[in-house]
């Protein structure tokens, strides 16, 4: 099993930047890809970017492509969310999550096997 914790989340303008990480526990952190997913008010929860178990494969949604940053290192059992040029409906709990089993790289929420317990994140106008 592993365990997540999410860091870094708060207030920021419109256009500003936040870092999000991700600390997991145990020894295999680098067995299990691993995923940002976010949920805004009323809004089902969203995938945002995956990472393989090596970090060399990563995927964006297209509303955060280009802006979003997803990196880990497996050394230090983390997993980084980068946010730059935030907008206001960006605005939500972004989660970690994280899966075992052969995918190099999944987007759908029910493949993830481990999630953290949220971090918020509002952009104002």
């Known amino acids: 099993q592993v365990q997540l914790v999410e860091s870094g989340g708060g207030l920021v303008q419109a256009e500003g930047s936040l870092r999000l990480s991700c600390a997991a526990s145990g020894h295999t952190f680098s067995s299990y890809g691993m995923g940002w997913f976010r949920q805004a008010p009323g809004k089902e929860r969203e995938w945002v970017a995956a990472?393989?178990?090596?970090?060399?494969?990563?995927y964006y949604a297209d509303s955060v492509k280009g802006r979003f940053t997803i990196s880990r290192d497996n050394a230090k059992n983390t997993v980084s969310l980068q946010m730059n040029s935030l907008k206001p409906e960006d605005t939500a709990v972004y989660y970690c999550?994280?899966?075992?089993?052969?995918?190099?790289?999944?987007?759908?929420?029910?493949?993830?096997?481990?999630w953290g317990q949220g971090t918020q994140v509002t952009v104002s106008s």
């Open positions: 990472i393989s178990r090596s970090g060399s494969i990563t």
């Open positions: 999550a994280a899966y075992e089993g052969r995918r190099v790289v999944t987007t759908t929420a029910t493949n993830y096997d481990y």
